[in-house]
């Protein structure tokens, strides 16, 4: 990979040293061209002409993000989030009461809400997938809760592939093995992994995957898809529909489009979806493999040179780590880094509890910060930020001291 390209690529790097990457990356010139040229023909030209105008490429975002994850173009709904896309799959299947719902520990705090919400309206249960003693869910656990599943209640396994707090990449691949094996649905959030590593849909074996575009996929913020297999597609029906999903075809009667395209609306913001497809589009050309190589080794290093910090605890789980890396100080507040980091020109998030209850509440956890690479990230701005860090721990020290 050539860095220095990608980042002269890449307006943003001239400002800031951006590790805010699991919460939305820097789009490059390519993804803001994509959106500029389509709202400077709307604005001469009129909102529907200009979707006339740009129609075919439009269309296109389909097959390109396809081509992402190794689906069908007829398998993807574009839509603005990946909660969007994950509500509007998950509010799609059918419970019955005793029905178990099958999720692991790290899971999103917006889907598990929705597991509670359902199992207060609907009784279904809910359970938990022990991890392993790497961090990452069990394989063995999972298997055993399914094989001793004799009255078929599990209908749904449902995981967060790469958690928003941490390093950990559950291992999608082998759940999809048992999802199959036992014939249980298999819902993927995938939100932190499409764009930062390779995802192919046959592969992993899921029924339906949600993804976001301004995260590691760098494209324009509101924006995401859904994929959903076909073979399921023609049994779900989606809690509501307008009349771009559905065809109102008699006073009494509609029909419901056959394609994901059912769980789209008619209204969306087609620059958006110009600069999504200009974002896939730059992915695949840079390739996955790539991305997610350079990725890893960034991640890796910023561990390093983390754990080598006095009183910096790196708090990543996972046999196999991604680009998100979780610390903290001991002493000092993680939003006191996170401020003095951004002064410093240094863009990190914060990880808070209860974005990922579960998984935070099970290793004591309260607060943490979050410094996430990508690809355009270089070894330098990661020695900047450990420099900045162990400032700010000598500053606090001598402060306290003091
Ligand atoms: C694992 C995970 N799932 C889902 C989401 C929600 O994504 P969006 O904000 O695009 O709806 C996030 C956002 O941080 C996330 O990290």
Redesign the pocket.
Known sequence: MNIEKLRSETPGCAHVIHFNN??SALMPQAVIEAQQNYLNYEINQGGYEAVDHFRKQLNHTYQRVAQLINAQPQEIALL???????VKAFFSLTFQPGDRIVTAKAE?A??YINYLHLAKTQQVDIEVIPNDESGQVSITALEKMLAEDQQKTIKLISI??????GGLVNPAEEVGKLAKKYGVLYLL????SVGQMPIDVQKIGCDML??????YLRAPRG??FLYVRESLLETLEPREVDMFAAEWTTTDTYELRQDARKFEYYEYNPANRMGLSAAVQYALELGLDNIWQRIQQLGDLLRKQLAEIPNVTVQDLGQVKGGIVSFGVKGIKTEFIKQKLREEGINVSLIVAN??LLDMQDRGLDHLVRASVHYYNTEKEIEQLCGVVKKIILVHTRIEHS
């Open positions: 699991a919460g603005e989030s990946a909660t969007t896309a994950w999103y917006t889907n967060t592939h790469i958690p928003t707090n959030d995938a939100c932190q949600s993804a976001t575009g301004r995260k924006t995401g974005g990922t």
